[in-house]
């Protein structure tokens, strides 16, 4: 086995959506970068900055007092050129250019999809650190931002609740999650909601419609559903059952607030850990993976399995929590 070539210097991006403890994540790899005589470039807006060589050389100081800040400093774009070949070729010549000898980023499934592909068609070496709202990404028990976004949520849903209870009313509120319901299922249990709508399940309205009825004769007289946006339109959903129940109902579409916010400790440990892992694999000379957090114990998983569609079975074990604590 030939050794592996020692790391002079790697690069860093933050790409796709946005969120809570990116920030956190970068501060942990600049910072464990100097710490083992390497030095970091951080790469202004994702992939698009990438191609456009926009580097910039970090120190100790570039990071400092960012950990409780929401967002990314890198600043973060999505980059139709970089899906292409033409594209990625460029990528990796701005790379050499520079003699970057491995790159971070920091994204979602969109951004390891393009990560692998760098990988596949060269020689440069490439960790991901997983950072999406959505906790939808395989070989990891939580991705940065996750927490923080639930939280960020149900603070809303909380206040939300103050107003259902008061006025009497239906509220259909909706959260992000085009094809994963994490946020909607954990809000809807945490936040005491009568239901959720679930991009996993099959929306059966006619049910909710049947179960409001039902609980409005036994004396209840205020309702909240959670929908995921992927599981149907927010103000589709609220018309529906104002037609077939006659109830007052109204409509909170919480948006991107999901995704700001100052993160959670929780995530400022899982980015500050993931990080700083991420650089001692480039070391290591590993490539083409991402590193988690299973168990309590930080792990590599391939870039493949990691962008596979990830299988939450907790998900119908919280709808029936849910449904009986409403019951």
Not at 8 to 36: H, P
Not at 63 to 81: D, H, P, Q
Not at 180 to 201: H, N, Q, S, T
Not at 209 to 229: D, F
Request: glycine residues 12%; contains cysteine.
């Amino acid at each position: 086995m030939s050794p592996v070539k020692k790391l002079k210097k790697i690069a860093l991006l933050t790409s796709g959506g946005d969120c809570a403890g990116m920030n956190a994540a970068i501060r942990s790899v600049v910072r464990t970068a100097i710490y083992r005589n390497i030095i970091p470039y951080g790469v202004s807006r994702g992939y698009t900055g990438l191609l456009e060589g926009d580097l910039v050389e970090f120190n100790r100081r570039s990071v400092s007092n960012i950990m409780n800040r929401g967002g990314t400093i890198l600043k973060t774009a999505r980059s139709k050129e970089f899906r292409t070949k033409e594209g990625r070729k460029k990528a990796i010549r701005v790379l050499k250019e520079n003699d970057i000898d491995g790159l971070i980023v920091i994204g979602g499934n969109g951004s390891f999809k393009g990560a692998h592909a760098l990988c596949k068609g060269s020689n440069i070496k490439c960790i991901g650190v997983p950072g999406t709202i959505d906790n939808d990404i395989n070989g990891t028990d939580f991705t940065i931002g996750s927490a923080t976004a639930v939280g960020v949520a149900l603070d809303a849903i909380d206040k939300i609740r103050d107003t259902v209870t008061s006025l009497e009313r239906i509220f259909v509120i909706e959260v992000m999650g085009r094809n994963c319901g994490y946020i909607a299922m954990r809000v809807a249990l945490a936040g005491g909601a009568e239901d959720v709508l679930l991009p996993e399940v099959k929306p059966d309205l006619n049910k909710v419609c049947r179960e409001i009825k039902t609980a409005h004769k036994k004396g209840k007289v205020s309702w909240i559903l959670v929908v995921a946006e992927g599981a149907g339109n927010a103000h589709d959903v609220a018309k529906n059952i104002e037609k077939n129940t006659g109830y007052e109902t109204r409509v909170t579409v919480l948006g991107h607030i999901q995704r700001g916010g100052a993160p959670e400790a929780f995530d400022r440990v899982v980015a500050a850990r993931l990080g700083s892992a991420a650089v001692d694999m480039l070391i290591k000379g590993q490539t083409d993976k991402m590193v988690g957090v299973i168990g309590n114990r930080v792990v590599a998983t391939s870039f493949k399995k990691a962008c596979s569609k990830k299988k939450d079975k907790t998900d119908k074990e919280l709808y029936k929590l849910l449904k009986i604590l409403e019951a």
